[in-house]
């Protein structure tokens, strides 16, 4: 069965320093997101992209956050000057276009831990 | 009011139990609603999306009421395998959006 995968599966930053986190979505799915969850917390949105652009984004996407997909294939964050409080797993989830009742799938999370 | 909102559990039952989780959502706009478990340090995985007919799946039964903003999950002869954590997701119209709701973690227990 195809799937989402991310990596790398753990990241260690200092504080301060940029990071970017890596994803594949499903070979033929035409939207992606991302999403944190701090360590006890509930899954919060940050973004969604379709057709090379962000379709919408919540209020903890700021300027440090970006997303890109560089060559068809991938699908990254980019956070800039990294803080404490970006310590999250981060999941990147793809869905198949055609209406919004297609689920998402998830990929298996990169845990971030900023110093 | 949260945007999604479902019991804060625990819920702790033993094998062979029904159980009944229950979600809110405060977006009557919203489009698609959908289950997933999680479990623990792991990634969401699809359960089952919710229809406004109803929809079961072997042991577990999702049910929409759009009047009420109102989805349920039955579990029915809960497995050990069950515990997890279970949680409601909500999209926008486009689903460019997604909501999650703070999950109900259920124990089973033999």
């Known amino acids: 069965e195809p799937e989402v995968t991310q990596t790398p599966s753990h990241q260690v930053t200092q504080m301060g320093q940029e990071v970017i986190l890596r994803c594949v979505p499903i070979s033929n799915h035409l939207y992606f997101y991302w999403y944190r969850q701090i360590l006890g917390q509930k899954v919060e949105f940050l973004v969604s992209f379709y057709n090379n652009e962000i379709s919408e984004k919540s209020e903890i996407f700021d300027d440090q956050f970006s997303v890109e997909r560089p060559d068809g294939s991938n699908f990254t964050l980019k956070i800039r000057s990294t803080k404490l409080e970006d310590s999250a797993m981060y999941f990147c989830?793809?869905?198949?276009?055609?209406?919004?009742?297609?689920?998402?799938?998830f990929g298996d999370g990169t845990r971030l831990s900023i110093l | 009011r949260k945007e999604v909102e479902q019991d804060p559990g625990p819920f702790n039952v033993p094998e062979g139990a029904t159980v009944a989780f229950n979600c809110t959502y405060s977006?009557?706009?919203?489009?698609?609603f959908f289950w997933y478990r999680q479990d623990c340090r792991k990634e969401p995985k699809l359960l089952m999306s919710v229809y406004s007919s109803g929809n079961e799946d072997g042991r577990f039964t999702a049910q929409l009421n759009r009047a009420s903003q109102y989805i349920s999950l039955l579990i029915r002869d809960s497995k050990l395998s069950d515990s997890a954590t279970y949680l409601c997701?909500?999209?926008?119209?486009?689903?460019?959006?997604?909501?999650f709701g703070a999950g109900t973690r259920l124990f089973v227990k033999a």
């Open positions: 997701v909500v999209t926008t119209p486009g689903g460019f959006k997604t909501i």
């Open positions: 977006n009557s706009a919203s489009q698609s």
């Open positions: 989830a793809s869905r198949v276009g055609r209406g919004s009742v297609q689920p998402q799938h």
